[in-house]
């Protein structure tokens, strides 16, 4: 996700609606109304994937949260369209799952959605898989390979296969790439877009699929499925992190469970849970 990364890292997005009112002020002014929680720690709801988000929040919530004053409640979701909503709505405090140009889509069809990218936290990078293929280059003639079917993880997909020599995308095809922008096609594969989370699943009708990271862990891919390729890591965009309303950017809560996302303890976790497939990114915070 590209565009106006640097514009939204921090950085308070559209105006606020008024659906938002209900959710104003600091999570700590919000548990203080409500008589605050167990033990006098704020409760912080976040939003999250199930892996690996879900699962780096629950490691902050049992070994890091209580020190720093906080309980961090995992609200978990399956898809990627609901916790930006939930947020915005003030059903969440933050959520912690997507990468800012997935977000700028997201601002860009509801503009009335005041989120703020806080900083990156960690980076899953692409796979092209396949249950019957085993090398790249015994891609057959004709291949139907699919990608995710939103906007800006399509143009991921796609840069990955015209890294990979399957593809050439044309020129200025920036950021939102789409079937359309393939300008050559040696192999004339297919391009099939499919919901992100039903991509492990459809494996089982096409040759190849570029999975998200997050839905390739839940699927174990890694372990059951041929890596045929892989995103470049080094100075990729694509990094996860944490999102807030833009109101609370600055709330001490937030940025202290920001600053436990990039613990030691955390990019250990990370590093020692995924070896390698989530990858911490971010300055480390001691």
């Known amino acids: 996700m590209t565009g106006s990364a640097n514009v939204l890292r921090g950085v308070a997005a559209a105006g606020a609606a008024a659906v938002l009112l209900a959710g104003c002020g600091s999570p700590s002014e919000r548990a203080s109304e409500n008589g605050g929680g167990d033990d006098g720690l704020v409760t912080l709801r976040v939003g999250a994937t199930p892996l690996p988000h879900a699962e780096i929040l629950e490691f902050v919530n049992d070994e890091l949260a209580a020190e720093a004053g906080l309980a961090v409640e995992v609200v978990e979701y399956t898809d990627y369209n609901q916790p930006n909503a939930a947020l915005a709505e003030g059903e969440l405090d933050a959520n912690y799952y997507q990468t800012v140009p997935f977000l700028e889509e997201y601002l860009q069809g509801n503009p009335g959605a005041d989120l703020s990218y806080v900083a990156d936290v960690h ?47 044309a020129e200025g095809a ?27 699943r ?85």
């Open 202 to 286: 459809s494996l089982q009708d096409v040759d190849a699929a570029v999975v998200n990271g997050n839905y390739a862990l839940e699927a174990d891919l890694p372990e059951t499925a041929n890596a045929l390729a892989w995103e470049e890591t080094e100075d990729n965009p694509y990094a996860n992190g944490l999102v807030v309303r833009s109101e609370d950017v600055e709330s001490e809560d937030l940025v202290r469970l920001n600053d436990l996302l990039h613990s030691p303890e955390v990019t250990d976790f990370m590093e020692e849970r995924w070896q390698g497939i989530v990858i911490p990114v971010g300055e480390v915070r001691e």
């Open 123 to 169: 980076l899953e990078a692409f796979g092209l898989y396949s249950e019957d293929v085993e090398d790249l280059d015994d891609l057959p003639e004709g291949a139907d390979i699919a990608v995710p079917n939103d906007s800006s993880n399509m143009d991921r997909a796609l840069r990955l296969l015209e890294a990979q020599d399957v593809i050439t995308l």
């Open 174 to 200: 920036e950021g939102q790439a789409a079937e359309s922008d393939i300008e050559d096609n040696p192999l004339d594969i297919t391009v099939t877009p499919v919901e992100a989370a039903q991509l492990p």
